[in-house]
């Protein structure tokens, strides 16, 4: 951890809060996505606890529509932009994902978006495979903060400009074992 500690101050989004969204959004991609096949592809490590939490959600909405089905499959990818810091810097790719991403429909799961750099590169390397659709699903968006325009085809929480951990989301690898979403502030 950097000389400056970091601790969570104030809870931003309950666990309570993120669960009932993310059955939502759960509920709203088994609808779009019904009798297909879909790819989700979670973008590590930060998104981890949402992707479980969010095929869940799709499969408890199978499982209220029993004529009615979505073809789950899981991959992942690993990009680094933030390399202990509170703000992004340089786009890494480091895993790119299976072979088996052409020809398919594939719903990327984000954490955050925030300035649309990491889900621009993610984007035109997808392209590269020849899938049939690419949509985003983020669970935390921070419009404020964006540098390059993306599109964000579901949204679970737009946020304000400033620092988050929890659920997934990390400060130098620390805080993302909470079960909801705070505001780190220096102190």
């Known amino acids: 951890m ?4 970091s601790f969570p ?6 666990e309570s809060c993120l669960q009932n969204r993310i059955r939502e959004l759960g509920a709203q991609i088994f609808t779009d996505y019904e009798n297909k096949e879909l790819v989700l592809l979670g973008v590590l490590r930060g998104s981890v606890l949402f992707f479980a939490d969010l095929a869940r959600a799709i499969f408890k909405a199978q499982d209220e529509n029993r004529t009615r089905e979505v073809l789950l499959r899981f991959e992942f990818v690993q990009l680094m932009s933030y390399q202990d810091s509170t ?3 340089t786009v890494k790719l480091i895993r790119g994902g299976s072979d088996y991403l052409t020809e398919r429909h594939i719903l990327i799961v984000e954490d955050i978006v925030d300035t649309g750099r990491t889900l621009t590169l993610l984007c035109e390397h997808l392209q590269t495979l020849n899938p049939k659709t690419v949509k985003v699903c983020a669970l935390l968006d921070k419009p404020s903060q964006r540098q390059v325009p993306v599109v964000v085809d579901y ?3 737009e946020i304000p400009d400033t620092f988050v951990v929890g ?3 990390d400060y130098a690898q620390q805080y993302r074992n909470l079960p909801y979403i705070a505001v780190l502030e220096p102190i």
């Open 9 to 14: 101050e104030s809870v931003l989004i309950s």
């Open 167 to 169: 659920y997934g989301l």
């Open 87 to 89: 703000r992004p810097s």
């Open 2 to 5: 950097s000389a400056t500690k």
């Open 155 to 157: 949204i679970g929480f």
